[in-house]
Nanobody
């Protein structure tokens, strides 16, 4: 059973940077498509970025050029480097792992990112 634990969320001023980490245990991450989602109260969870096992990456338009997703399979960890943060980036950020063969899907507990002056 794969378990995901996010960390790195914090309060940051507009224009600042944060790096989120998602540490996995219970299984190797290499076979999973990894993704970061975010959610604000009253809205649907939104895909922010994803990265395949082969390293193909997609970003939602609103974060392109500001956020970078990466994975270190040796450390069983996925990262989201966020820069030029805006108040509208404020959300709970969730790590997701998806096995597209078995269709099993796993979520972390979330980490709060607040962008405010």
């Amino acid at each position: 059973q794969l378990q995901l634990v996010e960390s790195g969320g914090d309060l940051v001023q507009p224009g600042g940077s944060l790096r989120l980490s998602c540490a996995a245990s219970g299984s190797a991450l290499g076979i999973y498509v990894m993704a970061w989602y975010r959610q604000v109260p009253g809205k649907q969870r939104e895909l922010v970025a994803d990265i395949t096992s082969g390293g193909s990456i997609n970003y939602v338009d609103s974060v392109t050029g500001r956020f970078t997703i990466s994975r270190d399979n040796a450390k069983n960890t996925v990262y989201l480097q966020m820069s030029s943060l805006k108040p509208e980036d404020t959300a709970v950020y969730y790590c997701n792992a998806n096995n597209r063969v078995t269709l099993k899907n796993y979520w972390g507990q979330g980490t709060q990112v607040t962008v405010s002056s």
